[in-house]
């Protein structure tokens, strides 16, 4: 059974940074596409970042490139979003997907909030 | 980007009912549609794919269908546990776009 298990969320300023984690079990972790998905209250849900599966190839939407970075490290089965000058936009809960034709594993979630 | 509209944003049914959401896309993706489930605090899980494959270990009462570029899960007879938040997925072209979500609430 595909498992995921997202932590590093919490409450952040304006213009700091942030790292969330995911653990993997349940699959071969380094066979898989993997992914970030947000969802801000209220809102629909939003792709944020895709990592192939040696880590040589990531792909982001504009709203955040070039201040978020996903990476991820297959001897642990881990996948990692690096969140840099975070705005109150990218306030969300960020859910942890693995990518597969679609996202055919979801993490429960962790909440990231950006305020002062 | 690919347009994916879903409908109703809110739904109320009574247990037994039979329950249809739809999710139309701004273009042709062929059959490239997921349909998901989420319910409060638990991670979202997929139901149908590639628009009407059952999910393993789903019930059967749920399904999906299409034609052209409009797309439809059903359920034939709600019940209790079907309560949830049920959300759309195309992946036939990066990026992958998601429905807005219908909120399916007991009468």
């Known amino acids: 059974e595909v498992q995921l298990v997202e932590s590093g969320g919490g409450l952040v300023q304006p213009g700091r940074s942030l790292k969330l984690s995911c653990a993997a079990s349940?699959?071969?972790?380094?066979?898989?596409?993997m992914a970030w998905v947000r969802q801000a209250p209220k809102k629909g849900l939003e792709w944020v970042a895709t990592?192939?599966?040696?880590?040589?190839?990531?792909y982001y939407p504009d709203s955040v490139k070039g201040r978020f970075t996903i990476s991820r490290d297959n001897a642990k089965s881990s996948l990692y979003l690096q969140m840099n000058s975070l705005k109150s936009e990218d306030t969300a809960t960020y859910y942890c997907?693995?990518?597969?034709?679609?996202?055919?594993?979801w993490g429960q979630g962790v909440m990231v909030t950006v305020s002062s | 980007d690919i347009q994916v509209t879903q409908s109703p944003s809110s739904l109320l049914a009574s247990l037994g009912e039979r329950v249809t959401i739809t999710c139309q896309t701004s273009?042709?993706?062929?059959?490239?549609l997921n349909w998901y489930q989420q319910k409060p605090g638990q991670a979202p899980m997929l139901l149908i794919y590639?628009?009407?494959s059952l999910q393993t270990g789903m019930p059967s009462r749920f399904s999906g269908q299409y034609s052209g570029r409009s797309f439809t899960l059903t359920i034939t007879s709600l019940e209790p546990e079907d309560i949830a938040n049920y959300f759309c997925?195309?992946?036939?072209?990066?990026?992958?776009?998601f429905g807005a979500g219908t909120k399916l609430e007991l009468k």
């Open positions: 997907a693995r990518q597969y034709y679609g996202y055919t594993g």
């Open positions: 349940g699959f071969t972790f380094s066979n898989y596409y």
């Open positions: 990592i192939s599966t040696s880590g040589s190839r990531t």
């Open positions: 273009q042709s993706i062929s059959n490239n």
């Open positions: 590639y628009a009407t």
């Open positions: 997925l195309q992946h036939y072209s990066a990026p992958n776009t």
